[in-house]
């Protein structure tokens, strides 16, 4: 089945540095990429919709200069936490499709922990 | 735009008994429905997904769900259950727009008990 690869799976830095997650997809090309965002105990929250070789889609309240996308091939995505802070401590999950119609294909997530 | 109810927040249930997982949705055009499961610091594993067809959906390990229009539910079962079964259990609503951006449920904590 199709495999998304998400690393690292856990970050732990100081505040102020920046972190970049990487999301690939091993076994099929994805024009579109999704980012979420999972806080303890609840839901996935979708931050938004990475197009390669375009600008990413951002969910309203969700911070473009903050949280940093590039799809810069079929099989990649980048989301980089910049300048990280403790309240950006979180699971972030990546996910990725074949086509539209099909399901979206989840990586195992990357827990971040800001010091 | 479209929602998606998850009313149980946790399933406690015995190894071995049935289970139903409820999850019911509001859209005003035709949707793609998905149960997915997470297990606890990983991602999410997609257990089936409606997209069109026959409403009853079989998917892995077990689990079945079977979508109803009239009603807008979509609820999930597994006639005996694991100790294994113990994990969140996501419903996700997609619809036809450019993107088909999906739309969680708050999710629900199956417990199986020994």
């Known amino acids: 089945g199709a495999v998304v690869s998400q690393h690292p799976s856990r970050v732990i830095c100081k505040s102020g540095t920046s972190v970049k997650i990487e999301c690939r997809s091993l076994?099929?090309?994805?024009?579109?990429m999704f980012w979420y965002r999972q806080f303890p105990k609840q839901s996935l929250m979708l931050m938004a919709t990475?197009?390669?070789?375009?600008?990413?889609?951002?969910e309203q309240g969700v911070e473009k200069d903050k949280f940093l996308i590039n799809h810069a091939s079929l099989t990649l995505s980048t989301l980089t936490v910049t300048s990280a802070h403790p309240e950006d401590s979180s699971f972030y999950i990546c996910?990725?499709?074949?086509?539209?119609?099909?399901?979206?294909?989840f990586g195992d997530g990357t827990r971040l922990s800001i010091l | 735009a479209q929602s998606v109810t998850q009313l149980d927040s946790q399933v406690p249930v015995f190894e071995e008994a049935p289970v139903e997982l409820r999850c019911n949705y509001s859209s005003s055009v035709s949707v793609y429905l998905f149960w997915y499961v997470q297990y606890p610091n990983q991602g999410l594993q997609l257990l089936l997904k409606?997209?069109?067809?026959?409403?009853l959906v079989k998917g892995i390990n077990g689990f079945e769900a079977e979508f109803n229009k009239s009603q807008t539910s979509f609820h999930l079962r597994k006639p005996s259950v694991h100790i294994s079964d113990t994990a969140e259990y996501f419903c996700?609503?997609?619809?036809?727009?450019?993107?088909?951006?999906?739309?969680f449920g708050t999710g629900t904590r199956l417990k199986v008990l020994a």
């Open positions: 990475s197009n390669e070789g375009s600008k990413a889609t951002y």
């Open positions: 996910s990725a499709r074949p086509d539209p119609n099909q399901p979206q294909h």
């Open positions: 076994d099929f090309q994805a024009t579109t």
């Open positions: 996700a609503v997609a619809g036809p727009s450019g993107t088909y951006k999906y739309i």
């Open positions: 409606y997209l069109s067809g026959s409403t």
